[in-house]
């Protein structure tokens, strides 16, 4: 017969090293800290159905399993993938049960609660009402969109940040130390750039990170783990990289001109490079944003809606599925006609309403809200397009001191080449409407 030591080996790091009581559960000290809403709950002995919303290994169940233990609640959990409405009605019928044997309502923890369907979901809400069960609820995705009205309305969502570097840093050593759950009997050290280089690439995970250190742990040589076991551990390369540093900049700005200089293969080059080194996606996602914005611009409107479904593909899918949809949206970008004419004249337009004082609207911009305004000349002289011919008018809609002026000069590429069109036939019929209202 094994000892509960010798069967620890067994069981994984992360698990064994998961909180026991809410005093070792670290991190999201914006729930937890002095004040804050868990704090308060705990304090006045009230304990409510919540939704814990987070990034996976943001300690979603852990800090469920401890709330529910300090309140001293039975607890059933649930998973939402393995689970259809026979088992919620069964345990319902339990929690009822237990609720009026004992006055004790029981927690319910579902995990993963967007994968239950609306008539699962839907289940609960009498046993909530009826305070038979509080409801705990764990999920990656934005409850708005995936816990039905009713029951998102009878609970208090709590949103779980990724652990900060040094949450990271503090659970790493923490392992190394602890000789009951942790890797404490190795005597292991471990130098600071093998412990950054797990914390880059747990990328605020718990799990992950502990994961990487057990399996580094399981090599090291000498009783010390360096930049070479957890290379090793990760199976892929620690690059050089610091998401603060002047690697990070440098990777994103030969991302970025890569793109803007049409260049396919070392825009997924550098794509790969920041991937493979540990960089946010959605960091990446929102720069592809940015550039389809800056760099295509008009020249191809649909570019901005790509870099949109590329970034939210990715949070759907999440690593490494999601990652071919950034590379996707990668090519398109890179391959798509580029015009920065949106760009700069914004920036024109900007520039004119930062040196130059507010100028007032022009009162037949006006709207007469009322008589009063009506009767000192708001709106006066305004000419309503959908009444002429042509649905426009020559009327002036820039203040005074810009009349006349133009910020925006459409380019020779892709689309705005038919915008440039456009823009043309309306100036020209404008100028016809004047030359017609001065002709005698």
Request: charged residues 25%; proline residues 5%.
């Amino acid at each position: 017969m094994k000892s509960a030591k010798e069967g620890q080996k067994f069981t994984p790091l992360a698990e064994r090293m998961r909180p026991k009581d809410l005093e070792h559960f670290y991190g999201q000290e914006h729930l937890m800290g002095e004040g804050k809403i868990l704090s308060q709950l705990i304090k006045s002995a009230q304990l409510v159905s919540l939704i814990f919303w987070g990034p996976p290994g943001s300690g979603k169940t852990t800090l469920g399993f401890l709330l529910a233990d300090r309140f001293d609640f039975p607890c059933m959990f649930f998973s939402a993938v393995l689970s259809g409405i026979k088992e919620v009605k069964q345990v319902m019928a339990e929690a009822e049960s237990h609720r009026q044997l004992y006055g004790q309502p029981t927690v319910i923890f579902i995990d993963e609660i967007h994968r239950f369907n609306k008539a699962q979901q839907a289940a609960f809400l009498p046993y909530v009402e009826k305070g038979d069960i509080i409801l705990f609820g764990s999920t990656t995705e934005n409850p708005s969109f995936e816990v039905i009205a009713p029951l998102l309305s009878r609970t208090k969502v709590l949103m779980l940040n990724p652990l900060s570097e040094e949450t990271l840093e503090h659970i790493i050593q923490e392992a190394l130390q602890n000789k009951a759950q942790g890797l404490g009997d190795l005597e292991l050290k471990i130098d600071g750039k093998a412990q950054q280089n797990i914390v880059d690439y747990a990328n605020g995970d718990a799990r992950r990170c502990l994961n990487s250190l057990e399996l580094a742990a399981s090599i090291a040589a000498e009783g010390q783990i360096t930049p070479v076991e957890v290379k090793e551990a990760l199976q892929s390369r620690i690059l050089l990289y610091d998401k603060k540093g002047e690697e990070h900049f440098n990777l994103i700005s030969a991302l970025h001109k890569s793109l803007r200089n049409s260049d396919v293969d070392a825009s997924l080059y550098w794509l790969a490079r920041m991937l493979a080194a540990g960089e946010d996606p959605l960091y990446i996602a929102r720069r592809l944003v940015r550039f389809s914005s800056e760099d295509i611009g008009l020249a191809d409107p649909e570019a901005l809606a790509i870099a949109l479904n590329a970034k939210q593909a990715f949070e759907f899918l999440g690593p490494p599925e999601g990652e071919l949809a950034l590379a996707e949206a990668v090519i398109y970008m890179a391959s798509a006609p580029k015009s920065n004419r949106a760009y700069a004249a914004f920036s024109k337009a900007k520039a004119d309403v930062e040196k130059s004082p507010f100028e007032p609207v022009p009162m037949h911009l006006r709207n007469p809200v009322t008589q009063v305004m009506k009767d000192v000349g708001y709106g006066g002289d305004y000419q309503y397009a959908h009444d002429f011919k042509e649905s426009t008018t020559d009327m002036e809609t820039l203040p005074e001191r810009f009349k006349g002026r133009r910020y925006y000069e459409p380019g020779d590429l892709g689309r705005e080449k038919e915008i440039r069109k456009r823009m043309e036939w309306w100036q020209s019929l404008k100028a016809k409407l004047k030359t017609d209202k001065s002709d005698p």
